[in-house]
C-alpha cells in the first residue's frame, strides 16, 4: 500500500506542478504587450472618439471575419448591416475596431440612401488573437454593434520588411 | 500609377443595386515595420476612397493600416442613370489614383 500511495502523491503533485508551470506559461504569454499595441482601453477611447458619448446596442450588424485566421496580413472581412436603406431609413457610417494592433481604428467607411444595401468586403491585418468590433450609424441616430472574435497564428504589421 | 482593378457591371436596369469591387495595387506600408537593419519603415498608405456616381459621391471609406496591402473593397450601390463611376484613392502623401467605369442604366 505504502508505494502506491506514494505513486499517487507523486503523480497529483507532478500535476499540480505540471498545471501550475503551464498556468504561468499562459499568464506570461497573455502578458506580453507589444509596446506599440492598442489595448482594449484604446480601442474604447477610439470608439468614443469616432461616435461620442452615444450609446451602442448589439443587433442588426453583422460582421462576418473567419473564426480562425492563419496569415493576419490578409483576413477577409464582410459586415452588413440590416437596413432598408431608403432616404429615411439609412446606415450613415460603419467603423470597424480592433482591440490589440498597434492603432485602434481598422476602417470607417460612410454611406447613404443611393448604397441600395448596406454590405461591404474588404480585406483587414490583425496583429494578434483578439476580438473585432463593428459600429454602423444609422440614419435616426441609433449605433449598433457586433463583435467576433479571431485567433490569428501569423501576425501581421510588425514582421521584418524584406 | 498603381495598377487597379474595377468590377461594374457594364449595363443595369434602372433602380437595381450593383456590387461594385475594386482593387488597387499598394504596399499599405503600416509605419509598425522595421527594415534589415532594425528602422521603421516609414507609413506610406491609401487613407481614402471615394466612388462617385455622376459626379456625385456614393460610397467613402476612410482606411487606416490596418487595411491589408492592396487594398479591396467591394459595395453596392443603386444604378441610377448611365454615366460614368469615378473612382479616386488617395495616398498619404497627398497624390490620387483615379479610374473611370461606363455604366448604361436602361
Known sequence: MEPKANVATTRRRFLAVAGGAIGALGTAQFLTVRPAAATPASMAAAIREAIGEAQVRPGKVKLDLPPLVENGNTVPLTITVDSPMTAANHVRRVHIFNEKNPEPSIVTFHLGPRSGRASISTRIRLADTQSVVAIAELSDGSFWSDSVDVIVTIAACTEEAK | ?106
Open chain 2, 1 to 106: 500609377m498603381a495598377r487597379v482593378l474595377i468590377n461594374v457591371p457594364a449595363k443595369a436596369a434602372r433602380g437595381h443595386v450593383i456590387e461594385i469591387k475594386t482593387l488597387i495595387s499598394h504596399p499599405m506600408e503600416t509605419g509598425y515595420r522595421p527594415d534589415h537593419t532594425g528602422k521603421l519603415v516609414p507609413r506610406d498608405i491609401i487613407n481614402r476612397f471615394v466612388c462617385a456616381y455622376n459626379g456625385t459621391e456614393v460610397f467613402r471609406a476612410d482606411l487606416h493600416p490596418a487595411i491589408a496591402a492592396n487594398p479591396f473593397i467591394s459595395f453596392y450601390t443603386v444604378a441610377t442613370e448611365s454615366g460614368v463611376l469615378t473612382f479616386t484613392w488617395t495616398g498619404d502623401d497627398g497624390k490620387s489614383f483615379v479610374e473611370k467605369a461606363n455604366i448604361t442604366v436602361a
